[in-house]
């Protein structure tokens, strides 16, 4: 049976809300995007949309156990779809009976490869066109074959959603249309990010110093977060605080140079290796700052989440981080000069007149301006723009832009 016998498939009434399916990859255990991703089933206005989630991943692997898991948690109807290798041609067919089964009337896609797939299903499976750019930061040689087959697609899509106006400039630059784009920046749910435990009950529950100075990072140990880089700022500031302690949350494939970096710098005893940790709550309450060393990002969930739990923050300018940081009102920003990122950093664990002013700020900033609520709407808004009879090619988003 080939793809094109799907159009034989029964269609889903006209007279029906309109079916959104989010389609994404993941390969390891995630991040950012998936927790977005999952939530925004529950976060849709039910009268208006249907919302389903289907996620490619590797067959042999528990990341689908993770991922029922946490979709049951958020309400949210997920499909699985376990490849036995990296690229599977049928992935292609069963999605495509998947948009039949369901009757998909927007394909959502947050990948190289949802995005290439939808625009296979959508030459049997008439769609509307939406994917998220949250960023190109792995500048391994294998992602950046992706990063062209993203490249290609995007131009091609109906609406092209950016997390931060620096992808939405990238964007341009590929040859997506200006009407096309929409800057959507990510958001969290500030209600779940709320954790009454104190920073001692924290120590305490996760078997850490309860007189220490913690810096943390949670993030995946590569290249593009730049660890690396902080390391020997570690090693100056630990000369001059003495109970300073890091705190690395995450894993990735910079894990063992990153701790034979850390040996040569005699760091060993001041560091916790704490690896991938789910849910981060208590975790971030612990810590007395976090820190986003990055060279890469798009608009990091960490920051959001940590500052929603009244950590203060500092994080290099790149991304969208200097707009959500508001050039350092909300959050330090930390320039290119990484021999700078000593003093900055340690005004940031011993000024507590500015760590409260950060927090504070940070505080009103999440409201204003990333609740998972207000991204939401502003999503509907975008696919509201595709659900009449315009052609939207010729039509700007401006119901998306004015819900801004």
Known sequence: MTLQNLQSAPQQSETARPCVLHVRTVNANGGGPDKT???????????????????????????????????????????????????????IWRLGKLCRRLGVNIWHAHDYKSNLFGLLIREVHPMKMVSTAHGWVDKRWRPRLYEQIDFYCLPRY????????????????????????????????????????????????LELPDDALILGTASRLNHEKGIDRLLPVLARLCGKLPKLRYLAIGEGPAERSLKAQAQALGLSDRIIWAGWQKPLHRWYRAMDALVMPSRAEGLPNTLLEAMALGVPVAATDVGGIAGLLEGGRSGMILHDDCDRWVDYIENLLTNHNLRKELVRRAAERLHDRHSFTRRMQRIMACYDSLTDTTPPRNRPITSCQQAA
């Open 37 to 91: 991703v999952l939530r925004s089933p529950a976060g849709i206005d039910p009268q208006r949309y249907r919302m389903e989630v289907a996620y490619i991943h590797p067959a042999k692997s528990d990341i689908a156990d993770r991922l029922r898991n946490e979709a049951e948690r958020f309400g949210c109807p997920l499909h699985l779809l376990g490849e036995s290798h990296g690229f599977d041609p049928r992935t």
């Open 158 to 205: 109906d609406r092209v959603i950016t997390v931060s106006e620096d992808i939405e400039a990238q964007c341009r630059e590929l040859g997506v249309e200006p009407d096309r784009l929409c800057t959507i920046h990510n958001a969290i749910d500030l209600d779940e990010w709320q954790w009454p435990e104190k920073q001692a009950q924290a120590r305490w529950e």
